[in-house]
């Protein structure tokens, strides 16, 4: 089995549709994802914008078994696998990189606060040594804001150092360009790719030496953050950046999640879509009806929203 | 079947014993739970300081079955059984209602931060309905240091009157006195049992209402906990609450999981007690050299602790 070219350009964390009963929809995962990978944005499948920790394992196993029967491709996939207990960790990995998916986005083990880097170092070890398999390739989950435990450039060369073969890169999701600058400058030239996490980074980030991005907003933005990545070096790229940081930004003015899957209700006509998982709410009407109001002024539009609806008659 | 009694008195949220190759020791955690029961401390298996987190739910099944084998007392327990995905905590809770457990303890979805009192509503309300057992009494457990996300009275408040056969007590691990006096004196008299989360506040607790206290060190001091718990009417109980402070200050100033699992393996003369799972380390060699010449100072001996050892010839 030859090994999937690495993974570039545009991923999205892609949202996970939930039936009314709040088990995940395949059928509407399926539908998503194609309508992504037709406007060239890659799968980044069980992200923290999938709603992904509030799954359990064997139900996103059994969502990327559909994936794969709907022959979406694994070569553009990069399905979060982290987890708490590293068992967990190991056994939805293995499952993604038998499936050939082209690497896998690694969360640290989450719950425990203010632990040290030589503990991380372990918990990563113990994956790939646990995974044991040489077409793993590992991009390192950087998201302090919400996970609480970063992933330090220091560590980061440590495990390039003893896994040069399988640590393939990371998601930078700190918001803190300075961070994400230092990746590329320190591990970039040695093979090691860097995605920012936020599309508002993909200009800077291309031209710093970043491979593209991951970002929430691809769910509901493909075809514009795609035209920014597929012209970042003509005129038009300072343009195209601000156009896809106005959009973004009236989603990142509400809760993201949500926001997002009441953009897809609403484009797509099914408000099946508006479902998520506890601890997290939909948005109340007002905010809806907010978002709405400024979506329509910003001239904005779903690409491929027909396509999603999965629950209506 | 009959209810078991309402759980109260000084519990533990018992350390896990982990094999060399970082697999669960059944055989060690049944001593180590004997030996807390017999000096009369209840059994808070797959806490915070248990590593439940880094324990998958299969493994966390397997050790319950082992106890539960092993004749420890179903009525004395109060596993652990919160996690972010709710179809994960449903699966344990049962498990433990089902084998008589007094009690759950519930840690909060705890990957996403920011969330609303609604979404944790639902959560609690979601892992209610889907166990779907009269038997089943939930401990709320209120730890933001570590989970990053706080169970506010007004949360309480709306679970009480929901569910208020199952909705039992808290866990009060902030830290913060003014909290865990507010939960007791808003909540208590209607039956919600509150247990700050260390010996530090379980002289001030019972004089305030409190029913007890779940503390870490009563893994390895359990027989001066106890002895306090028992004696907090007598005019002992001043000098007993400062020698329990002066051991927990011990533990305190060091990563607190190992270094009580280091003075377990001292104590046992088992060296394989020391043994963490990533995220987690051992103490270094000076951190357990300074440990014990504390210890020692403080005229420190753990009872018991030669039944402890689990894995040595």
Redesign the interface.
Known sequence: MSLPDRLRGVLSPVLTPFNPD?TPSADGLVRHCRALVEQGVGLAVFG?NSEA????V??KRALLDALLAAELPPDRMMPGTGA?????AIELTRHAVRAGCAGVLVL??????G??D???F??Y??LIEGVADDRLRVYLYHIP?????PITLGLIERLLKAYPGQVAGAKDSSGDWDNTAAMVREFAAGGFDVFPGSEVFLLPGLRAGAVGCITATANVNAGEIMQLYRQWQTPQADALHDRVRRIRGIFQALPMISAMKEAVAWQSGDTAWRAV?????ELKESQAAELRRQLTEADYRMPMAETLAYAKG
Chains 1, 2 share one sequence.
């Not at 708490?84 to 967990?88: E, Q, S, V, W, Y």
């Not at 640290?108 to 606060?113: A, G, I, L």
């Not at 804001?145 to 435990?149: F, L």
């Open positions: 709040l923290t920790a509030s799954m359990t064997a139900e708490c207990a590293i068992g967990d640290p083990p989450f719950y425990y606060k632990v040290s030589e503990g991380l372990r918990a070890a113990q804001p919400v996970s609480g435990v998982r506890p601890p997290l709410v």
